[in-house]
């Protein structure tokens, strides 16, 4: 079973318009690990992962979740299981505690047997490393670090399998984008997750992921083992955009 | 004194206006259209046009509706009907930007069903009208629902286009976290629904203090007692409401769901994913 990628991308391209945002992607993304998708603006990241969770469709191509083409999938119970953090989080009207119920009461009839096993929401704000007492707090109120810890602990509330973050840390001053990195981290080897995870800082992916996909004008350049392609990559302009990056 | 009283000399004597005394009233738009160029504001054209317009337009109706009033055909009335809601709906979707042809039908099918049954529910139940089709009641009475059901569908519209432009973020993060479009929407949907209906609320709550409704002052005007011309105001007010709310609910709810494709992703304004789009055709 762990043979099985948890995503499969085959032959996809997308268009938007004229512009071709992906062309030609094939790319394997091994369950259970944290990969991180890199590479410099209007590289296709963002619209890449965007189609792990159908926020949006490929123009043409394969996209198949642990063996199964995406679209024989329910999308809403797609979307449970491939949780997404966006880049700049949206906090729904309430507290903090509501944002996770909500989360939660969302599931669809069709997941009573998942929901037997629903997470408890004080559980997942530990682990989002947000202190439990936040709960009762009005989530429009919160910074921008906690409003991101809240969106990924309201993401946890579905139970998925996978967890896409989109540039989660970006918006963040450096010291909390760290903490959150570290949660990522965390998260990953306590709920065995396979993360997903767009980021334009290099020494963000190194730290955190076991695996590396530099994109670079809608295609994939390079994939593999995070430290291989980090001390020796193969493609010249991997090495030319780590150089840079440095 | 220009105009004559041409009935006799009862309690109820109505005075006629004369083509001259209308001549007279058009001073009023000049004093517009003079403010307009004073001002460069643009304006003298669109009310010169528009006062033209409105002469020919009403002088017009005001021949079809006699005639219609002394054929007494139930088929010619419907047809009056028809055009009336026609005009309405290219009114109403004239302004929207995109999906022109999507909001066409949807505008329309929502005032004939909202105008419509409000119409209906007036003719057979309230008034019990015979015969049912009588153009001197059914006329007058659509197309003063028909232009606030317009309004309603045009704000519904707007503001709903609007609201899920502004609220592409929130609606996204619901349907990431497996929300249904209908459930990832509601916020925008509910502020369409209030835009279209507050000024039916705030008419309700103004009509007789700051406002004389149109019917009401013509009936008086005309000779009617103040009372039975307030009886049929109500009645009116009560249908703007009505069709105000059935239209908006309808262009609302129906108009919410050309924002997502068949797979539930959003398409605001950007092009949708080519694959969704085709499947959702």
Request: proline share 5%; hydrophobic share 50%; glycine share 6%.
């Amino acid at each position: 079973m762990n043979d099985v990628p948890a995503f499969c991308l085959r032959q996809v391209e997308q268009s938007r318009g004229d512009v071709r945002t992906l062309r030609a992607i094939n790319l394997d993304i091994p369950m259970g690990e944290v990969v991180a998708i890199v590479g410099p603006s209007g590289a296709g990241k963002t619209s890449l992962i965007r189609l792990l969770n159908r926020l949006d469709d490929p123009s043409q191509g394969t996209v198949m979740y642990l063996g199964s083409p995406i679209e024989s999938i329910h999308v809403r119970q797609l979307r449970r299981r491939v949780a997404f953090v966006f880049q700049t989080p949206v906090m729904f009207a309430g507290t903090v505690a509501d944002n996770l119920a909500l989360a939660r009461d969302l599931a669809p009839p069709a997941e009573d047997a998942r929901a037997t096993a629903m997470p408890d929401a004080g559980e997942m704000l530990r682990l989002a490393g947000v202190d439990p007492e936040f709960a009762s707090r009005d989530a429009q109120s919160l910074s921008g670090g906690e409003r991101q810890r809240v969106s990924i602990a309201r993401a946890l509330m579905t139970s998925p399998d996978a967890l896409l973050l989109d540039e989660p840390t970006s918006a963040l001053d450096p010291d909390v984008a760290d903490h959150i990195m570290a949660t990522i981290r965390t998260l990953a080897e306590r709920m065995h997750l396979t993360v997903v995870m767009v980021t334009h800082r290099l020494e963000e992916a190194r730290a955190v992921s076991s695996h590396t996909v530099f994109m670079e004008a809608g295609s994939v350049i390079e994939s593999g083992p995070t430290e291989a392609m980090f001390t020796a990559p193969n493609a010249a302009r991997t090495r030319d955009y780590l150089v840079r990056g440095k | 004194m220009s105009a004559a009283i041409t009935s006799a000399a009862v309690s109820n004597a109505v005075l006629t206006l004369r083509w001259y005394d209308l001549a007279l009233a058009s001073a009023l738009v000049l004093v517009a259209m003079a403010i307009s160029v004073w001002q460069r504001l643009g304006l003298a054209r669109g009310f010169a046009v528009g006062a033209i317009r409105a002469v020919v337009q009403l002088v017009a109706v005001g021949y079809v509706l006699a005639f219609l009033i002394s054929i007494q055909r139930w088929y010619l009335v419907l047809l009056a009907l028809l055009v009336m809601l026609i005009a309405a709906t290219l009114t109403a979707t004239d302004r929207q930007k995109g999906r022109r042809a999507t909001l066409f039908v949807i505008s329309g099918t929502a005032m004939l069903v909202g105008a419509g049954l409000t119409l209906a529910y007036v003719d057979a139940v309230v008034m019990r009208l015979h015969p049912w089709y009588d153009p001197q009641y059914l006329i007058p009475l659509f197309g003063m629902i028909i232009g606030n059901a317009m309004n309603g569908a045009a704000l519904a519209a707007e503001r709903l286009s609007s609201e899920m432009e502004l609220r592409r973020a929130e609606v996204e993060s619901y349907l990431a976290l497996g929300a249904s479009p209908k459930r990832a929407s509601a916020e925008a949907v509910r502020r369409a629904l209030v835009a279209a209906m507050i000024p039916t609320v705030n008419m309700l709550m103004v009509v007789g203090l700051v406002s004389l409704p149109g019917m009401m002052t013509g009936q008086v005007i005309a000779g009617q007692s103040p009372i039975t011309a307030v009886r049929y105001q109500i009645v009116v007010v009560f249908m703007l409401a009505g069709a105000v709310a059935v239209t908006s609910v309808v262009v609302a709810l129906w108009y919410q769901r050309s924002f997502f494709t068949s797979a539930e992703q959003l398409v605001v304004r950007s092009i949708p994913s080519p694959r969704s789009t085709i499947a959702a055709r």
